[in-house]
């Protein structure tokens, strides 16, 4: 299952447009089964879809899980979830999380020929560390241990050390950069992450460099590739 992490600063891209097309077109080239948006809604008044949803209908292969609490937003706190078919969406759940600004999380439980059930957790960490600890720390409370195995966190980190801030997320996660994400113009720091549980493999990952990826937003997207691990999959075949 490849899943695409990408925060699109409400469509705006650095030549200051905002433009969804530009957007979705960088999305549909990635392959992806599982698109993790970040900005994916206005952040005024009611918080409208920064991709319009019926533009996503028309002009593209995927559906658009229902994580909002209203019809005009794509997300919750920004965070969006996108699928194709062949991904099954078994649950859905709004996480709130600690912080001096509004933060929240959202999870998507799914099903996909690749690694069977999983807990899909897009989340955009704050902007200072001690707060990115408390929401990491909150993130791994709200996911049950016996489901840490088979749960993928995907978004903007916030983090710019390589190492450094992801305590608290312990022995039941391994954290992963496909490369330096962020800025899309001359790409520094590796904010955009995965981390998951040791039930799941990941078998690739990369950072989408196109020219296109690099006008559609200050974030260049980056994808992994999970299948189930070796020893659940022997598990499941038993």
């Known amino acids: 299952m490849r899943i695409l992490s990408y925060n699109i600063r409400k469509a705006v891209g650095l030549d200051g447009r905002r433009n969804p097309e530009r957007v979705l077109s960088v999305i549909a080239d990635s392959g992806a089964d599982v698109v993790i948006l970040q900005e994916a809604d206005k952040r005024l008044g009611a918080r409208p879809a920064a991709i319009p949803k019926r533009l996503i209908d028309l002009e593209s292969d995927y559906d658009v899980v229902d994580v909002a609490t209203t019809d005009l937003s794509l997300g919750w706190h920004g965070n969006a979830v996108l699928v194709k078919a062949g991904v099954t969406v078994l649950a859905t759940e709004r996480l709130n999380l600690p912080g001096l600004e509004p933060r929240g999380a959202v999870r998507v439980t799914v099903d996909a020929p690749a690694t069977g059930r999983v807990d899909l957790i897009g989340a955009h960490l704050g902007l200072l560390r001690r707060w990115r600890r408390r929401q990491l720390a909150a993130i791994r409370s709200h996911v049950e241990p016996h489901h840490r195995q088979t749960t993928i966190i995907a ?9 450094g801030g992801f305590e608290p997320l312990g022995r039941d996660f391994m954290v992963m950069s496909p490369g330096r ?3 899309a113009s001359y790409p520094v720091a590796p904010l955009d992450r995965f981390a998951h549980g040791s039930g799941l493999s990941l078998t690739d990952c990369g950072v989408i460099r196109t020219s296109e990826a690099r006008r559609a937003s200050d974030h260049l997207p980056v994808w992994a590739e999970f299948a189930s691990a070796p ?8």
Not at 155 to 163: A, K, L, Q, R
Not at 232 to 238: H, I, M
């Open 231 to 238: 020893e659940r999959a022997d598990a499941q075949d038993k």
């Open 181 to 183: 994400s962020f800025h």
């Open 155 to 163: 978004g903007d980190f916030n983090e710019w050390s390589v190492s």
